[in-house]
């Protein structure tokens, strides 16, 4: 089956320094992305999703880049804060076929203040 | 997003036994899916479960080892039978929302001894 993979397993940043965490995805059919944070002892929390029709997205503090060419997905966090340690995943699927999501292995991320 | 509710949060449990575990919804929802979360691991989808139809279980999960029960639009539960130590996980329900994104519930932490 289709594996979605991270570059990093671990990140450290400083508090306030701008974080990127990689994701590469296989499946050249996925057309929809979901970043998760997972803090330690909880569910995964949605953050962002990108579709393919899209390169970029925003949200509050944080930015979703999908480069279909090469199948990589990055999270951007602006003004890293000690809240946002975590581990975070990436996930894909193809909405047209209906396939499940794919989770990548998960980066963790470490704000050092 | 949804509101979601698992029941029980973490359970210690004995070689041999069975655990249900609850997934309670504060809206109505077509798609719901159970997925497993070893340790230091990502996700991995045990299996979909809409309701009026039987779940639709992933390579390597089986029925008889994960029963579902979907009986209606905002509740499902997962059992793990004849538990061994190697199903100590973390056991997660998610929904699917109206845009396509998954939501996920705080997690069941399972430990068989």
């Known amino acids: 089956g289709e594996s979605v993979g991270l570059h990093l397993p671990t990140l450290s940043v400083q508090e306030g320094d701008n974080s990127i965490i990689n994701c590469a995805y296989s499946?050249?059919?996925?057309?929809?992305f979901i970043w998760y944070k997972q803090e330690s002892g909880k569910g995964p929390q949605f953050i962002i999703d990108?579709?393919?029709?899209?390169d970029k997205r925003q949200g509050q503090r944080v930015t979703v880049l999908l480069n279909k060419t090469v199948k990589h997905l990055s999270l951007q966090i602006a003004a890293t804060q000690p809240g946002d340690s975590a581990v975070y995943f990436c996930?894909?699927?193809?909405?047209?076929?209906?396939?499940?999501?794919?989770f990548g292995k998960g980066t963790r991320l470490s704000v050092i203040a | 997003s949804a509101v979601i509710s698992q029941k029980p949060s973490r359970d210690i449990c004995q070689r041999g036994t069975s655990l249900t575990i609850q997934c309670q919804v504060d809206?109505?929802?077509?798609?719901m899916f159970w997925y497993r979360q070893q340790p230091g691991q990502s996700l991995t989808l045990i299996a979909t479960?809409?309701?009026?139809?039987?779940?639709?279980?992933e390579s390597g999960f089986v029925i008889d080892k994960f029963p579902i029960s979907r009986p209606n639009l905002t509740f499902s539960t997962l059992t793990v039978s004849n538990m061994s130590p190697e199903d100590s996980s973390i056991y997660l329900c998610?929904?699917?929302?109206?845009?396509?994104?998954?939501?996920f519930g705080p997690g069941t932490r399972l430990t068989v001894l």
């Open positions: 998610s929904v699917e929302g109206a845009t396509d994104t998954q939501y």
């Open positions: 996930a894909d699927c193809a909405l047209v076929g209906n396939t499940p999501l794919v």
């Open positions: 479960a809409n309701q009026g139809s039987e779940a639709t279980y």
């Open positions: 499946n050249s059919a996925s057309d929809y």
């Open positions: 990108i579709r393919s029709n899209m």
């Open positions: 809206s109505q929802v077509t798609m």
